[in-house]
């Protein structure tokens, strides 16, 4: 990039060397650490915040762990006094980013954006600082004009834009490629110029529309952004990327107690992966827990361990606490959980009815596989009978009817509730 202004260790301050090195911890970073820590270094002198960018398609309406990989490192961003600048596509994403993608993305409407975006920056708030963050739609993209636009696309060639890898394998399987996902990285990149973006954050797999970020503001005159690459989350499979269509998922909006006990089933492989990309530890204690691994450690331990870092890192500090001791009370000491939702029956009613009610099963007939499974317990008491009735709770503190280790319903009487 003809405006990139190298940096050299000899000119950039020790201690903004040491802070780019820690932000970057598991990070690409284009086009190195060094450039990352002069940018640090010069806003310093100049006495102003670094503009941090995010993009987002708010394609979905749900956030899951996979995002929090990328939110976490604008958090620390925010919490060095920099500025956070999430931009919301609300141009682009009614496009659609083809990255991932075998075809086309189906439109969507307008109001569908807005709502989208609407719980994206809810949900992001678990994470960032919200009192702080600027939040900037490209909604104006789309009124752009001709002469506008063409300043824009010259940035770029029909070439640079069929190297994109999800462009090049569509065309070779005999898809479709449409002429606006082919300007759409450029479009994209278009919103490092309207925010005069210092740096842009991205997934691994954002690296092409990323780093034309760079490449349209060295051809509008600004200085190109430092760009930042996160490792994308392997999801609880353990197979493919976490995504809800996989069905592989943490959603940020999950119940601690869910959250802990996901995490709890990951594949043990993945506990380090976990612990580096969606938990607040530094990286000498990342490094610590990576040695106890290494040495022989039983997994189970760090699982647990990594298990509260991720609640912590979602639901803070005291949520953290009340998962791991409830997760050691139901797995460790066979107790009941402290706190579990609660279901009302007024009459006497078959078991099978009762678990669908309260949504321990999602049919009567899974009710039944359950039950004569074994899974089933009322108080403890395991209950193999699919014609079982359910009384109307005698006591104050109902009926706990649990399937598995992990699911409690307390079912209590109308005059208890």
Not at 117 to 140: C, H, M, W, Y
Not at 151 to 175: I, P, T
């Amino acid at each position: 990039m003809a405006n990139d202004k190298p940096a050299e260790d000899s000119a950039t301050p020790l201690r903004f060397l040491q802070q780019a090195r820690e932000l970057s911890a598991f990070v690409d970073v284009v086009p190195n650490v060094e450039a990352l820590a002069a940018k640090l270094h010069a806003a310093h002198l100049a006495k102003r915040k670094l503009r941090v960018k995010l993009g987002v398609d708010p394609t979905g309406s749900m956030l899951h762990l996979g995002h929090a990989v990328v939110l976490r490192l604008l958090r620390r961003f925010q919490d060095l006094g920099h500025q956070a600048v999430l931009v919301i596509g609300g141009f682009t994403a009614t496009i659609g980013d083809p990255t991932g993608r075998d075809k086309t993305r189906p439109p969507l409407s307008a109001a569908q954006v807005e709502e989208n975006a609407r719980l994206f920056v809810s949900q992001a708030s678990k994470i960032l600082d919200a009192g702080t963050l600027e939040v900037f739609n490209n909604v104006p993209l789309g009124k752009m004009t001709l002469e506008e636009l063409a300043s824009v696309f010259a940035v770029s060639s029909v070439n640079q834009l069929l190297a994109k890898d999800v462009f090049g394998k569509r065309m070779e399987l005999g898809g479709t490629l449409a002429i606006l996902e082919m300007l759409y990285p450029l479009l994209q990149a278009h919103d490092s110029i309207s925010v005069a973006a210092d740096i842009e954050l991205g997934g691994s797999d954002q690296r092409f529309n990323v780093l034309m970020g760079r490449q349209m503001q060295n051809g509008f005159g600004q200085e190109p952004q430092v760009a930042m690459l996160t490792p994308i989350l392997t999801g609880t499979d353990g197979e493919r990327k976490m995504s809800k269509s996989f069905g592989n998922f943490i959603a940020l909006d999950d119940a601690a107690d869910d959250v802990f006990g996901k995490v709890m089933r990951i594949p043990d492989r993945l506990i380090m992966q976990y612990t580096e990309l969606v938990t607040v530890l530094k990286p000498s204690q990342v490094e610590a827990a990576r040695k106890r691994l290494d040495d022989g450690e039983n997994p189970m331990v760090l699982k647990r361990e990594c298990a509260a870092q991720v609640v912590r890192f979602i639901h803070g500090d005291d949520a953290a606490q009340a998962a791991l001791e409830n997760w050691d009370r139901v797995h460790r000491q066979r107790e009941v959980p402290a706190v579990m939702p609660s279901h009302v029956v007024a009459a006497p009613a078959r078991l099978v009815d009762v678990m669908v009610a309260c949504g321990l099963a999602p049919s009567k007939g899974q009710a039944r596989k359950f039950i004569e499974g074994g899974g089933v317990k009322l108080d403890g008491e395991k209950v193999t009978d699919i014609e079982t009735q359910v009384a109307v709770p005698g006591t104050s503190i109902g009926t706990v009817l649990s399937h598995g280790r992990r699911q409690f319903v307390r079912l209590v009487s109308e005059m208890s509730n």
